[in-house]
T-cell receptor, first 115, second 115 residues
Framework: GAGVSQTPSNKVTEKGKYVELRCDPI?????LYWYRQSLGQGPEFLIY????????DSGLPNDRFFAVRPEGSVSTLKIQRTERGDSAVYLC?????????????FGPGTRLTVL | AQTVTQSQPEMSVQEAETVTLSCTYD???????LFWYKQPPSRQMILVIR??????QNATENRFSVNFQKAAKSFSLKISDSQLGDAAMYFC????????????FGTGTRLKVLA
């Protein structure tokens, strides 16, 4: 596609439920990044992939969060046993390759609300 | 660890006037990249301008320019001839060149443009 797309745009769930958030990167982009943006804050890094492998997952807050990218394209961020504190906008970005000079293109995000 | 600070939660500017958004950062690295991103209500982060730390010349992109003071660890964004479409959240971001390509964002500045 022309840009990074994320589905769903909005997700409302109940505390304790499992959710999956999907990211479709720009075609041909090998690097993919997940960020979390809480209300009134800047985005915070969660994880990034180069190809199929997670190159840096140091930002995942705990073991309830997990992300996959099995074919090196689409990625899914999975959150188990959701908590109210997980409510945020989850942003995905992609770049041609992972590198300092390769612009990260962002999607519109998924707004997750945990009741 | 690197940190990015934006001390202006909100700024206002009259249409056609000039405004400067402030950003300071802390790092022990000598080589890195700095960015300004714009986030309109659509939530999609848009790259405004980029600065490589090893370049002494300040970056410029049309009406947008930066004042990069490496010794002072300051990176301000100047918007000239402000337009209504410039109204958005602006985030300053740091990117290390030491092998992991995650942005560290500031908390953002909301820019209002007055007609």
């Amino acid at each position: 596609g022309a840009g990074v797309s994320q589905t769903p745009s909005n997700k409302v769930t109940e505390k304790g439920k499992y959710v999956e958030l999907r990211c479709d990167p720009i075609s041909g982009h090998t690097a993919l990044y997940w960020y979390r943006q809480s209300l009134g804050q800047g985005p915070e890094f969660l994880i990034y992939f180069q190809g199929t492998g997670a190159a840096d997952d140091s930002g995942l807050p705990n073991d309830r969060f997990f992300a996959v990218r099995p074919e090196g394209s689409v990625s899914t961020l999975k959150i188990q046993r959701t908590e109210r504190g997980d409510s945020a906008v989850y942003l995905c970005a992609s770049s041609m390759i992972a590198g300092a000079y390769n612009e990260q293109f962002f999607g519109p995000g998924t707004r997750l609300t945990v009741l | 660890a690197q940190t990015v600070t934006q001390s202006q939660p909100e700024m206002s500017v009259q249409e056609a006037e000039t405004v400067t958004l402030s950003c300071t950062y802390d790092t022990s690295e000598s080589d890195y990249y700095l960015f300004w991103y714009k986030q309109p209500p659509s939530r999609q982060m848009i790259l405004v301008i980029r600065q490589e730390a090893y370049k002494q010349q300040n970056a410029t992109e049309n009406r947008f320019s930066v004042n990069f003071q490496k010794a002072a660890k300051s990176f301000s964004l100047k918007i000239s001839d402000s337009q209504l479409g410039d109204a958005a959240m602006y985030f300053c971001a740091y990117l290390t060149t030491s092998g992991t390509y995650k942005y560290i964002f500031g908390t953002g500045t909301r820019l209002k443009v007055l007609a």
